[in-house]
């Protein structure tokens, strides 16, 4: 592989070591962007890497994604230090070690030292969670691990994440559940399923079928006669007969509780979003309200906090379901390594970075 340094290799390597022992003392580097430049700042807005990018993401694992005008991305350090290749372009930034590339349309993995260890060859670009990561090639769904090996082949019509150790996949219209090692563990014959939790998992037949309880050996645990059922928590479920109000949701197989909403979702961090009336709220463990259901879409809580929308415009509330940053955006986005990516309401819809409190990222 044919690469372009813009220092010598043992200059990086010196400040990778220099790096790793002294990583505390780094400030933290955010994307920070001036009119139409990025750069990075610390948290005061002190300018650390110079504005001169048209494109800058966050830093990942030690490595951010940059892109000069006119030139190809490259990764960058935190000390400006950035590499380029000449035979790949860059998809994505690092997770798991790994960062997804590209070359003539089709897609690959970089390791941390740059060296292709998964050739492009797969229709679209991916990220490892896990230690897998979910592929597409020719159309079909599968799993690679990190070493590129395909865990699960690429057969499928499409493919679930792994929960509680399976993914749904569909072959010719039907779905079944596989493990990571390919195996598939409950043949493609349902219409709908949900995903697993603690061994068991709602599913339908048929379109014209109730819906019941199997577990991974495909036994029937609860009969098939719910017109609704879904999964909420590693080991929760619910399920719903047309024309009730209540939705039952059981723990471990027990009758845990009933509640009166239309929909509702995997908890995340302590706390489950919910949906009536065409409007999403937030219930806590205990099945009690935090946020009645009034905004218009939320997203589920990332890092202590929610994306909520309300009257076309975004924003953030904490677990308390106080609106910490308010409803100001064109549009928004979860937190991830203590900052989120949003957008500016009006014409020009210019985006940037924000931390929890609110502060904001750029400069016009």
């Known amino acids: 592989m044919k690469c372009v340094f813009l220092k010598s290799m043992v200059a990086l390597v010196a400040v990778q070591i220099w790096l790793g022992a002294f990583a505390q003392r780094l400030p933290n580097l955010i994307p920070f962007r001036k009119g139409d430049k990025w750069g990075y700042v610390d948290s005061t807005k002190k300018i650390i890497l110079p504005v001169k990018f048209i494109l800058a993401t966050p830093f990942t694992e030690g490595y951010a994604v940059v892109q000069r005008p006119g030139a190809k991305k490259s990764f960058i350090d935190a000390t400006g230090k950035e590499f380029i290749s000449t035979t790949y372009s860059i998809d994505r930034g690092f997770a798991e070690g790994m960062a997804g590339i590209e070359r003539n349309g089709k897609h690959g993995a970089v390791d941390k030292t740059f060296r292709e260890v998964i050739a492009p060859k797969y229709d679209y670009d991916f990220f490892f969670e896990g230690g897998l990561a979910k592929v597409q090639l020719n159309g079909k769904y599968g799993y690679v691990d990190s070493t590129g090996k395909e865990v699960v082949s690429p057969k499928y019509e499409s493919l679930s994440e792994f929960r509680d150790g399976l993914a749904v996949f569909m072959f010719n219209n039907k779905l079944g559940f596989v493990d990571k090692t390919g195996n598939e563990v409950i043949e493609s014959k349902y219409y709908n399923v949900s995903a697993f939790s603690n061994g068991l998992a709602c599913v339908q ?97 990332a890092e202590g906090m929610a994306v909520v929308k309300l009257n076309g415009r975004y924003g953030y509330i904490d677990k308390t379901g106080k609106e910490v940053i308010p409803l100001i955006y064109e549009n928004a986005f979860d937190f991830k390594g203590g900052l989120a990516h949003v957008y500016e309401a009006g014409a020009l819809k210019k985006d940037g970075y924000i931390n929890k409190a609110g502060t904001k990222y750029w400069e016009e």
């Open 205 to 301: 037949l048929t379109e014209s079928d109730k819906w019941g309880v199997i577990s991974k050996r495909d036994r029937e645990m609860m009969p098939f006669k719910y017109d609704v059922g879904g999964s909420i928590a590693a080991d929760m479920f619910y399920l719903k007969i047309n024309g009730e109000a209540t939705m039952i949701v059981y723990k471990n197989g027990r009758r845990l509780a009933d509640i009166n909403y239309d929909d509702i979702f995997r908890f995340t961090e302590g706390i489950v979003l919910v949906k009536r009336n065409n409007k999403y709220g937030f219930i806590n463990l205990d099945f009690k309200e935090i946020v009645p259901p009034k905004y218009d879409l939320a997203y589920s809580f």
